[in-house]
C-alpha cells in the first residue's frame, strides 16, 4: 500500500454574467485600455450584481458545477474548506454558507484568510485531512466578491480586481498522484502595502471609517510588485530545486493572475516560455482566491494523468508559497 496523497479529481467553477470592460472603466475614472493593458494586462474581469448576493453565491455555484461534473451526492463530502478575504459576513463563514446551500450536510466547513495566497493556504490544510485518513472527499473552494471592497475611483486599484469562484475535489490517492508537497510563507510586516483598514475589530464601522473611505483596498502597487516579483519566483524554484525539476519536467505553472508582468518574471525564473503558463487574467482580472483554482478549470481538458504542476501565489499579508502537484486525472474524460 502507498503512501496516501490528495488527488485533485474534479474542478467547478462560476463567473458573473456582468462584464467590466476597460472602456467602461475609463469612463468611471482616469485611466485607459492601454494604459491597462501594459501594465496588467487585463481586457475585462466579471462583477457580481444583483441584491444581498455576497461570496457564497459565487461559491454555491462552483461546487453545484463540481458535483454535476463528478454525478456526486453532496451528502459524500466530508470538508468544506472556503478561501476567501470577502466573507459574505464574519460568522457564520463562508464556507458554513456554501456548504448548507449546496447540500453538503455530513460536512464540517470553515474560511481561510490568506488573501491571493488564500487557495494554496486552503489546500495544503485541506490535504491533510486526506492524507490522515480523517476525511475522504474534500472540497476546497476559492471565491471573492472584490468588487465589494474596491474603490472605483482610485485608478491604481479599481482595474486590478473581479469577482468569481472556482472548487477543487481532494480524494485519497495511493499511485503517486496529488498535493506532493508545500512552500509556504507569511509576514506580517507587508500589512502596510496591501491592506483594508476597517470593517474588523481595530477600525469598527462608524461614520468616521465610512467618511474616510476606509472600507476599502488599499495598495503601495510597487512595493506589491518588488515583493511578488522576487517571492513567488523564489518559491517556486525552491520547490524545482527540491525534487531535481527541470523546465521540461513542468506540464504548466499555475500562477497567480495579479499582473502579467510578475506572471512572465516568474516563468524567465523557472526557465518557462508562456505556453506553460495558465494564463487567463486578460479575461477575469485578478479574483484573489479564485485565480488559481479558475486556471485549473479552464485548462482542465489540456491536463493529463501524471503532469506535474507548480501552483504559486503571491497576496496581501504578505502571503505567498508553491504547492508542487502531479495532476490525477485526463481533463478530456470530464465532463
Known sequence: MGKIRAAITGVGAYLPDYLLTNDELSRMVDTSDEWIMTRIGIKTRHILKGEALGTSYMGVKAVRNLLEKKNMNPEEIDLVICATVTPDMFFPSTGNLIAGEAGCKKAFAYDVSAACSG?????????????????????????????????????????????????????????????????????????????????????????????????????????????????????????????????????????????????????????????????????????????IPLCLYDYEKELKRGDKLILASFGGGYTWGSVYVKWAYDGESAK
Open 119 to 291: 487557495f494554496l493556504f486552503a489546500l495544503t490544510t485541506a490535504s491533510k485531512f486526506v492524507e490522515t485518513g480523517t476525511c475522504k472527499k474534500v472540497i476546497v473552494v476559492g471565491a471573492d466578491k472584490m468588487s465589494s471592497i474596491v474603490d472605483y475611483t482610485d485608478r491604481k486599484t479599481c482595474p486590478i480586481f473581479g469577482d468569481g469562484a472556482a472548487a477543487v475535489l481532494l480524494e485519497p490517492d495511493e499511485e503517486g498522484y496529488g498535493v506532493i508537497d508545500h512552500i509556504l510563507h507569511s509576514d506580517g510586516t507587508g500589512a502596510p502595502h496591501l491592506y483594508m483598514k476597517a470593517g474588523g475589530s481595530r477600525y469598527p464601522a462608524s461614520e468616521e471609517t465610512i467618511r474616510n473611505n476606509w472600507h476599502t483596498i488599499t495598495q503601495d502597487g510597487q512595493a506589491v510588485f518588488k515583493a511578488a516579483v522576487s517571492n513567488m519566483a523564489d518559491v517556486s524554484v525552491e520547490m524545482m530545486e527540491r525534487y531535481n525539476l527541470t523546465s521540461d519536467d513542468i506540464r504548466y505553472l499555475v500562477p497567480h493572475q495579479a499582473n502579467l508582468r510578475i506572471i512572465d518574471a516568474t516563468a524567465n525564473r523557472m526557465g518557462l516560455t508562456r505556453n506553460k503558463c495558465m494564463i487567463n487574467i486578460d479575461r477575469y482580472g485578478n479574483t484573489t482566491a479564485a485565480t
